[in-house]
Antibody
Framework: QITLMESGPTLVKPTQTLTLTCTFSGFSLTTNGVGVGWIRQPPGKALEWLALIYWDDDKRYSPSLKSRLTITKDTSKNQVVLTMTNMDPVDTGTYYC??????????????WGQGTLVTVSS | SYELTQPPSVSVSPGQTARITCSGDALPSQYGFWYQQRPGQAPVLVIYTDSERPSGIPERFSGSRSGTTVTLTISGVQAEDEADYYCQSTVSSGPYVVFGGGTKLTVL
């Protein structure tokens, strides 16, 4: 059974750095082809892809947020960590981690965590 | 930046057919994927690789493509299908993931 769960602060202040952890089970990030991604959703708005990390430590970032994002993995703990610097109120939203599958080289997401709501406010 | 365009809303009566479109210039060379998101819940994959249905997704959900548009069709819409629907594709230069703006399906 595949599960993913996000954890981290529910409230951060503007300019602070957000650190979110995705803890997963039912698959391993040491297996060829496996990855974990992050997607966020501001309240009442659309999904926005943020980042992906693969079993071989290849990393992909949203071009619009690349300068603020870092994604890392800890295979011994089955965790993926996303950091986002210089948080702003517009970054308020629900942050999801998800497992990608692939059509050719292109990812889509078949398992999602429940999401964690992050509010950016002073 | 690359965009996928969806209608903000679609309304249908129970038992009718709902069609939700997603347009993007790169779609002729990239696959389309669809997610259903009910209020307060995480998205659920309902169509992958344009027209494939994951295990457990009802047969009334289907997908198709034509040129720069992919379409999610829900035949015999039920009240439980009322949700937001998002298309997703990729930008091959990354490859980067991109989502459409979402369509709210209302079952009248």
């Amino acid at each position: 059974q595949i599960t993913l769960m996000e954890s981290g602060p529910t409230l951060v202040k503007p300019t602070q750095t957000l650190t979110l952890t995705c803890t997963f089970s039912g698959f391993s990030l040491t297996t060829n082809g496996v990855g974990v991604g992050w997607i966020r959703q501001p309240p009442g708005k659309a999904l926005e892809w943020l980042a992906l990390i693969y079993w071989d430590d290849d990393k992909r970032y949203s071009p619009s947020l690349k300068s603020r994002l870092t994604i890392t993995k800890d295979t011994s703990k089955n965790q993926v960590v996303l950091t986002m610097t210089n948080m702003d109120p517009v970054d308020t939203g629900t942050y999801y981690c998800a497992r990608p599958l692939y059509s050719g080289n292109y990812p889509y997401f078949d398992y999602w965590g429940q999401g964690t709501l992050v509010t950016v406010s002073s | 930046s690359y965009e996928l365009t969806q209608p903000p809303s679609v309304s249908v009566s129970p038992g009718q057919t709902a069609r939700i479109t997603c347009s993007g210039d790169a779609l002729p060379s990239q696959y389309g994927f669809w997610y259903q998101q009910r209020p307060g819940q995480a998205p659920v994959l309902v169509i992958y690789t344009d027209s494939e249905r994951p295990s457990g997704i009802p047969e009334r959900f289907s997908g198709s493509r034509s040129g720069t548009t992919v379409t999610l069709t829900i035949s015999g819409v039920q009240a439980e299908d009322e949700a937001d629907y998002y298309c997703q594709s990729t930008v091959s230069s990354g490859p980067y993931v991109v989502f459409g703006g979402g369509t709210k399906l209302t079952v009248l």
